[in-house]
């Protein structure tokens, strides 16, 4: 009997497909997985690739030599099948242009078996329809509109069809809670929810797992997929947005196709453009989606390549949701002498006093994040006596001598002048107390946080960040307490997962980085389901002329722009194009500051 040319497995983790074959062909393998993304040789006569990478370039195995003489592993060949299955009618729904359209939003409430027990709002059938009718789809509904309801009526609808038995739910931490409490009350029959803690419960129907503790529990999870027809669903999907570059995503693209369905829900599902799409889109349609996204786009028709990927996704946005509209505005704040030129000379515009000590100063601006807090104060770049020590103002303010060094004035600036931002912010909740409206103040940087509680204290401020050991008492203070009328706090921290709605809908941004995506999802804390009509909700972002800021904000508007026509949502567009205001700060002299300051020991 001839052996076999070519041999395709699982490897021992079901998270990779494993290419053997013949002496004779040692040459013609090596050159076959060079074609493949991620493909290795692993010895003379083994290769190897992960699973997505196997399914990206599976029209390469047309070039083998000898392909009627391929062996392929029977669950293997099954899961490739089943994919170009699905990547086939995605491809034909996309030619047609046609949204999911076989299941009707009147009838998704029949779908789903006696023992759903949830109402469902019409926005949520509508979603639930178009999901349904696809074999995977993509949930990019905004904050509040239920996408862990609609995720587990789908689960519920393919359940009561037979085609799978449970559920595995990537989220992160935040999101734990709801995932029980929504798999206790949708169902006649509560769901077994476990949470994966270590070991996996082999008897749970849905298992929950955080995207920190997905890699290491890799194998665990591809037996447990494969065990039982299982769905699988990435919620905050923008989280494995890297793909294969990154560690989430890399595991998420290996468990993938291991499920028989699949299903990402996220509100910001492009916030660095078409890469981050088609990573997530690789996930639902492994093998096809990055190509899918990647045609779509080409050409900077951004109105076409939402024409063209509608049909592959569901989204209700603010407006669908009833929302009234978010103020969303700039504020350009001028530095003054000195921190300008301590700003100039960090980024290599050197005067003649900075020239002096130039080595100083080449050593503090070379990194972003130290540009992003100059643009704030440059003392915070200052080490203090101890860690995140807050800066320590002077009010009235030293005089500036011409002789005095540059250096030494950046060490001590806090004594010569009040940060422009930090005066902008101080104005802004001094405004909205006196109106009584709470504020939510963000900074990316904790010792900015730090300066901002002291120079805020006379409003109650509560202070959340990754370290802080009284977060729920801190929340429950800004929420309860009516003297707190402050909530500081990092996105990093707090831009998921919590919800503030019902007693803030003032935000400042002290600063924003690059990302995107952040900046959405924490805008959506004090903005979602929930509003009273006649709420007013107001966003106001900080930024410094001339510095960094102003790159951070045409670059956040490419972005928003770019997420806003492909989704075709224009709460997204808004936020895309700040409106410019004038500073309220601007018309404050030091003995406004005095005032509002007076309670506070800065000498």
Same mark, same amino acid.
């Given at each position: 009997?001839?052996?076999? &040319?070519?041999?395709?497995?699982?490897?021992?983790?079901?998270?990779?497909?494993?290419?053997?074959?013949?002496?004779?062909?040692?040459?013609?393998?090596?050159?076959?997985?060079?074609?493949?993304?991620?493909?290795?040789?692993?010895?003379?006569?083994?290769?190897?690739?992960?699973?997505?990478?196997?399914?990206?370039?599976?029209?390469?195995?047309?070039?083998?030599?000898?392909?009627?003489?391929?062996?392929?592993?029977?669950?293997?060949?099954?899961?490739?099948?089943?994919?170009?299955? %699905?990547?086939?009618?995605?491809?034909?729904?996309?030619?047609?242009?046609?949204?999911?359209?076989?299941?009707?939003?009147?009838?998704?409430?029949?779908?789903?078996?006696?023992?759903?027990?949830?109402?469902?709002?019409?926005?949520?059938?509508?979603?639930?329809?178009?999901?349904?009718?696809?074999?995977?789809?993509?949930?990019? &509904?905004?904050? $509040?509109?239920?996408?862990?309801?609609?995720?587990?009526?789908?689960?519920?609808?393919?359940?009561?069809?037979?085609?799978?038995?449970?559920?595995?739910?990537?989220?992160?931490?935040?999101?734990?809670?709801?995932?029980?409490?929504?798999?206790?009350?949708?169902?006649?029959?509560?769901?077994?929810?476990?949470?994966?803690?270590?070991?996996?419960?082999?008897?749970?129907?849905?298992?929950?797992?955080?995207?920190?503790?997905?890699?290491?529990?890799?194998?665990?999870?591809?037996?447990?997929?494969? /065990?039982?027809? &299982?769905?699988?669903?990435?919620?905050?999907?923008?989280?494995?947005?890297? =793909?294969?570059?990154?560690?989430?995503?890399?595991?998420?693209?290996?468990?993938?196709?291991?499920?028989?369905?699949?299903?990402?829900?996220?509100?910001?599902?492009?916030?660095?453009?078409?890469?981050?799409?088609?990573?997530?889109?690789?996930?639902?349609?492994?093998?096809?989606?990055?190509?899918?996204?990647?045609?779509?786009?080409?050409?900077?028709?951004?109105?076409?390549?939402?024409?063209?990927?509608?049909?592959?996704?569901?989204?209700?946005?603010?407006?669908?949701?009833?929302?009234?509209?978010?103020?969303?505005?700039?504020?350009?704040?001028?530095?003054?002498?000195?921190?300008?030129?301590?700003?100039?000379?960090?980024?290599?515009?050197?005067?003649?006093?900075?020239?002096?000590?130039?080595?100083?100063?080449?050593?503090?601006?070379?990194?972003?994040?130290?540009?992003?807090?100059?643009?704030?104060?440059?003392?915070?770049?200052?080490?203090?006596?101890?860690?995140?020590?807050?800066?320590?103002?002077?009010?009235?303010?030293?005089?500036?001598?011409?002789?005095?060094?540059?250096?030494?004035?950046?060490?001590?600036?806090?004594?010569?002048?009040?940060?422009?931002?930090?005066?902008?912010?101080?104005? +802004?909740?001094?405004?909205?107390?006196?109106?009584?409206?709470?504020?939510?103040?963000?900074?990316?940087?904790?010792?900015?946080?730090? /300066?901002?509680?002291?120079?805020?204290?006379?409003?109650?401020?509560?202070?959340?960040? =990754?370290?802080?050991?009284?977060?729920?008492?801190?929340?429950?203070?800004?929420?309860?307490?009516?003297?707190?009328?402050?909530?500081?706090?990092?996105?990093?921290?707090? $831009?998921?997962?919590?919800?503030?709605?019902?007693?803030?809908?003032?935000?400042?941004?002290?600063?924003?980085?690059?990302?995107?995506?952040?900046?959405?999802?924490?805008?959506?804390?004090?903005?979602?389901?929930?509003?009273?009509? %006649?709420?007013?909700?107001?966003?106001?972002?900080?930024?410094?002329?001339?510095?960094?800021?102003? +790159?951070?904000?045409?670059?956040?508007?490419?972005?928003?722009?770019?997420?806003?026509?492909?989704?075709?949502?224009?709460?997204?567009?808004?936020?895309?194009?700040?409106?410019?205001?004038?500073?309220?700060?601007? =018309?404050?002299?030091?003995?406004?500051?005095?005032?509002?300051?007076?309670?506070?020991?800065?000498?």
């Amino acid at each position: 009997m001839t052996q076999a &040319s070519l041999r395709i497995d699982f490897d021992v983790t079901r998270t990779k497909a494993v290419l053997q074959t013949i002496p004779e062909h040692q040459e013609a393998l090596a050159q076959l997985i060079a074609r493949f993304p991620g493909g290795s040789m692993r010895g003379t006569l083994l290769a190897e690739v992960e699973l997505d990478g196997f399914l990206v370039g599976i029209s390469e195995l047309g070039n083998w030599l000898a392909a009627g003489d391929v062996v392929w592993d029977e669950p293997l060949a099954d899961l490739v099948n089943s994919v170009l299955d %699905d990547a086939e009618a995605a491809e034909q729904r996309i030619e047609k242009n046609e949204a999911a359209i076989e299941v009707r939003s009147d009838e998704v409430e029949l779908l789903l078996g006696t023992d759903w027990n949830a109402p469902l709002a019409n926005f949520q059938r509508r979603d639930l329809a178009r999901l349904l009718s696809l074999r995977h789809g993509a949930n990019f &509904s905004v904050p $509040g509109a239920g996408k862990t309801r609609v995720a587990l009526a789908v689960y519920a609808a393919e359940r009561q069809r037979g085609v799978v038995q449970r559920v595995l739910v990537v989220s992160p931490k935040s999101a734990f809670e709801s995932w029980t409490y929504e798999g206790s009350i949708c169902f006649k029959e509560p769901l077994r929810t476990r949470i994966v803690d270590g070991s996996i419960d082999p008897s749970a129907e849905v298992l929950v797992v955080n995207y920190e503790r997905l890699d290491k529990s890799l194998v665990g999870l591809a037996n447990w997929l494969k /065990t039982a027809p &299982s769905m699988m669903i990435l919620d905050e999907a923008h989280r494995m947005k890297l =793909g294969a570059r990154g560690i989430y995503g890399s595991a998420c693209l290996a468990l993938g196709p291991l499920a028989r369905r699949r299903l990402i829900l996220t509100g910001t599902p492009a916030p660095n453009g078409a890469r981050d799409l088609e990573n997530l889109l690789s996930f639902v349609w492994p093998g096809q989606g990055r190509r899918v996204v990647t045609e779509a786009v080409a050409g900077g028709n951004l109105a076409r390549a939402s024409t063209v990927l509608r049909p592959l996704f569901t989204r209700t946005t603010k407006q669908e949701l009833g929302l009234p509209p978010v103020e969303s505005r700039i504020r350009l704040v001028d530095l003054p002498p000195l921190h300008r030129e301590i700003y100039d000379a960090l980024i290599g515009r050197y005067s003649a006093r900075a020239e002096l000590v130039r080595d100083d100063f080449e050593v503090l601006g070379r990194a972003l994040l130290r540009l992003l807090m100059a643009a704030i104060s440059p003392a915070l770049l200052v080490e203090g006596a101890r860690r995140y020590e807050p800066l320590s103002y002077e009010i009235p303010p030293l005089e500036v001598s011409p002789g005095d060094s540059l250096y030494e004035l950046l060490r001590n600036l806090p004594r010569y002048e009040l940060s422009p931002k930090y005066q902008e912010a101080l104005a +802004i909740v001094a405004e909205n107390a006196a109106a009584g409206r709470k504020t939510l103040v963000w900074s990316s940087f904790l010792r900015s946080l730090a /300066t901002l509680e002291r120079l805020l204290d006379h409003y109650g401020v509560a202070l959340v960040h =990754g370290g802080t050991q009284d977060r729920e008492e801190q929340l429950r203070r800004f929420r309860e307490d009516p003297d707190c009328m402050v909530l500081l706090s990092n996105p990093a921290t707090l $831009g998921e997962g919590i919800s503030l709605h019902q007693v803030c809908n003032d935000a400042v941004y002290i600063d924003r980085d690059f990302m995107a995506g952040r900046f959405l999802q924490s805008l959506d804390r004090i903005h979602r389901l929930g509003l009273s009509p %006649d709420a007013e909700t107001r966003i106001t972002v900080l930024a410094a002329r001339g510095t960094v800021d102003e +790159i951070v904000a045409l670059r956040l508007e490419e972005k928003l722009e770019f997420m806003a026509r492909v989704l075709d949502d224009p709460d997204v567009q808004q936020l895309a194009d700040l409106q410019e205001e004038p500073s309220l700060a601007g =018309g404050m002299d030091m003995a406004d500051v005095r005032a509002l300051l007076g309670h506070i020991g800065n000498g």
